[in-house]
């Protein structure tokens, strides 16, 4: 099994997007910005098909 590890970050909407072939994805939420706080599943599972995830993050 290969696992490719892609850190990526949010533009200044909070948007990040990538399109990628058809694998199923684990991502992972492992920090946000000072100031804000996250309290969704930190894992998420995407399979093959794709879609749209979304994470809320809260302003303190």
Do not use: W
Request: charged residues 15%.
């Amino acid at each position: 099994m290969c696992f490719i590890i892609t850190p990526m970050t949010s533009n200044s909407r909070g948007i990040v997007r990538f399109i990628q072939p058809g694998f199923a994805y684990h991502i992972q939420v492992v920090g946000v910005p000072a100031g804000y706080s996250y309290d969704g599943d930190a894992e998420v599972y995407l399979d093959a098909d794709g879609g749209i995830t979304k994470f809320l993050i809260t302003k303190q």
